[in-house]
Every structure is written in structure tokens, then in C-alpha cells.
């Protein structure tokens, strides 16, 4: 890994702007800000600030990094359990508790290798740096585990939020490339679970009474890349269609988002899958993009640094090579803006002045680097 210093990437490039209809691309616009590169990193797939200011990354092939903007600095985070990679496989994302002020847990998602498959796990352990600058976290435990694991490389999902209230977790599970198993009531597979802080089912979830595992919260879903909840206690997630119709949905209790049973996309094969259309029984996505934008990360921003974007949802795009602004209001949701970033994106985060942080997956010619946005003005 090699450490970049900071610069200023060229702003003029090609973007894509301004409220159209969902379903369709933007034509092209200046950026409104200015992109510095920080630091470089070997596929990173997600990061979150600590409240000093520095951050912990996550790389594929399963280190954790504790990374200081200022001064580049780069620590390994021991203790971390064998992560498998192959494919989609990752150490995924990684969240601060809600009371890490006081607790200094870490909560951290990765893809496993077991008894009857792979598949993705959720783990907590406690942040501990030592005096020399040893960091590790202290007493992993794995809290959760999506079942069933099954064969395959792909679409484990592992993305994790917290309520606003702290009092839950919810993380998602994704399809496995398996289909059926979205559907499917006793499988977490294509699902949004809502678990309590330790991993266990939370009580009152919608659809324990009619049978279903009891941690499913919505399900029919397919490869869900991102979750955050808004200013006002919405949760929105955006997800991977098949060959076109990547979402974004704003999730409800006890809903059936429709996969593999209807898409805005078709299967990679080029068979038909059914559209949403109103009465189908499917909740359908409040924003989708065909040709697809492969999104990656989600982020409510709060900051002041971009007021005019307030309240707006972030995501990157993969194979779209962009940042991604989608504008909500209450309940509904359209495209905003999309700027090419020249590289494939998977995790947008707010920094804790208002800057928007980008993370390049490295991989097809990414080069996994950490790029800072502020202002042009």
C-alpha cells in the first residue's frame, strides 16, 4: 500500500444533474466541489470516524485499519476473526455502538466459511489501543450469523444501522445469489433484519407471528448495499438489481420488496422478470436506475459543510464509476445529481465538519483510494 498525499483531482468532468425522472440518467454538469486525495488502501470496503477524528477502515481481505487523516498514518486493528474473500466475499462494514463513548464497542460485519457453506456474520468487539499504539479489539464475538450458509460467493450484503433511539440494530442479509431463499419465511437470506444490541431477535418484529424468522423486519430483497436512516427516523436502503433496476426503498415493517418475484431489471440470461406495478402485492422502489448504476454505500447527510444538500441520501456507484445524490421529501424520493468520479466507488461517509469521504473499491482499475470532498468555492 502506498500513501498519496493531498491534492486536488481536475473538477471539470463529466456529470450528470438535477431531479429527473426516476428510471431515466441526467445529462451533464460541473462539479461543485473539490476532490483531495488522502490516502491509498488495498480494496477498502467500508469506514467510520471515531470521535477523535481518526477513522477504521475495512479491507476486503479482512484487515481493519485504524487511519489518521492528518498525518496518513496507518495502524492494523488486531484480532479481527478469518474473513473468507474469495468473490464478494469481504470484512465488511464497520460501525461504532451507539454508546462507544462509553462501552468502546465496535460492530463489524464479515463473510465466513462454515458447516454447510458461506455466509455473513455479525461481530462486536472492544476498541483498545495501548500506550505504544498497539490497537486490537479485545473480546470479537460473533452475535450473528445469517442462516442458512449456503454455496456461493456472492451478494452477502452485511450492511448495518443503528435506530435513532440506539436501542436497535439493523442489518441486512442478502440473497446469496440464491433467489428463492428471499422469499423464503424461516431464511434471514434477502432480508433486513432488526436484532437487539446483542445479536438476538428483537421483540415485536412484524412477522414472527406469521411464522417467519423472528428477526425479519422486510424481506424480498436481493443484494442490499446500504442503510441509513434519515433526519426524521426513515430507513432507507438501496440494493443491487439483476441486469438493470437497482433501488432505492424506503423500508416498512412487514413489507415484501418483491425479489425475485418482480424487478425494474431483467435476469443476466435475459429472461423477463415481471416489473412492480401497483396491486402486485410488492412494495415498490421510490427511485431505480436501469441501465444499472451497481450502488454501493448509503449516507443520510447531515453536515453543514453542503447545506444546499441537507437531507439529501449519498450513495456510490460501482460500474457507474460515480457519486450519486438522490433528493427525499417525506416518503418520496427522486434523482438529484450524478458525478463521474473517474473510478468505482463503494462507501460515501460524512466527516465531522460536513466533508463527503469517498472510498474506491479498488478493483477494475480502481485504486482503493480514500478521497476527501469539499466545496469548489
Not at 145 to 166: L, Q, T
Not at 317 to 343: C, F, H, P, Y
Request: some cysteine; hydrophobic content about 35%; charged content about 20%.
Amino acid at each position: 500500500m502506498r500513501k498519496i498525499s493531498a491534492t486536488a483531482l481536475p473538477l471539470i468532468l463529466l456529470a450528470c444533474s438535477a431531479d429527473n425522472a426516476t428510471g431515466q440518467n441526467a445529462p451533464a454538469a460541473d462539479k461543485p466541489f473539490r476532490t483531495s486525495i488522502i490516502a491509498d488502501f488495498d480494496s477498502p470496503w467500508a469506514m467510520t470516524f471515531i470521535p477523535d477524528g481518526r477513522m477504521l477502515v475495512t479491507e476486503k481481505a479482512g484487515e481493519m485499519l485504524l487511519f489518521d487523516p492528518r498525518n496518513g498514518t496507518k495502524i492494523p486493528v488486531s484480532g479481527i476473526p478469518e474473513v473468507d474473500s474469495a468473490g464478494q466475499g469481504a470484512l465488511m462494514d464497520v460501525v461504532l455502538s451507539p454508546q462507544f463513548d462509553s462501552n468502546h464497542m465496535v460492530y463489524f460485519s464479515f463473510s465466513e466459511a462454515g458447516e454447510g457453506g458461506k455466509g455473513v456474520a455479525l461481530a462486536t468487539g472492544r476498541f483498545d489501543q495501548a500506550s505504544d499504539g498497539a490497537t486490537k479489539l479485545d473480546g470479537v464475538k460473533v452475535i450473528f450469523r445469517g442462516d442458512p450458509k449456503v454455496e456461493g460467493n456472492g451478494h452477502y450484503s452485511g450492511r448495518i444501522a443503528f435506530s435513532p433511539d440506539g436501542r436497535y440494530l439493523f442489518f441486512t442479509n442478502g440473497d446469496r445469489q440464491k433467489f428463492d431463499p428471499a422469499q423464503d419465511p424461516k431464511s434471514t437470506l434477502g432480508k433486513v433484519l432488526r436484532l437487539n444490541l446483542d445479536g438476538t431477535a428483537a421483540r415485536g418484529n412484524p412477522l414472527s407471528s406469521k411464522g417467519f424468522n423472528p428477526a425479519i423486519w422486510s424481506y424480498g430483497h436481493r443484494n442490499l448495499l446500504g442503510i441509513a436512516f434519515d433526519g426524521d427516523g426513515r430507513l432507507w436502503e438501496q440494493e443491487m438489481g439483476p441486469q438493470g433496476g437497482d433501488e432505492i426503498n424506503l423500508i416498512k415493517p412487514g413489507l415484501n420488496y418483491g425479489w425475485p418475484r418482480a424487478s425494474n431489471g431483467s435476469h443476466y440470461d435475459g429472461r423477463d422478470i415481471p416489473d412492480h406495478k401497483a396491486g402486485d402485492g410488492f412494495e415498490a422502489p421510490k427511485v431505480w436506475w436501469n441501465p444499472a448504476i451497481s450502488p454501493g454505500g448509503l449516507l443520510y447527510y447531515s453536515g453543514a459543510m453542503f447545506p444546499q444538500w441537507k437531507g439529501s441520501l449519498f450513495l456510490g456507484g460501482l460500474s457507474s464509476e460515480a457519486l450519486i445524490r438522490v433528493k427525499i421529501n417525506g416518503e418520496t424520493a427522486s434523482k438529484a445529481d450524478q458525478w463521474d468520479m473517474g473510478a468505482r466507488i463503494r462507501e460515501v461517509e460524512q466527516g465531522p465538519d460536513g466533508a463527503l469521504w469517498l472510498l474506491e473499491d479498488g478493483n477494475r482499475g480502481s485504486q482503493g483510494r480514500l478521497l476527501k470532498l469539499t466545496p469548489a468555492e
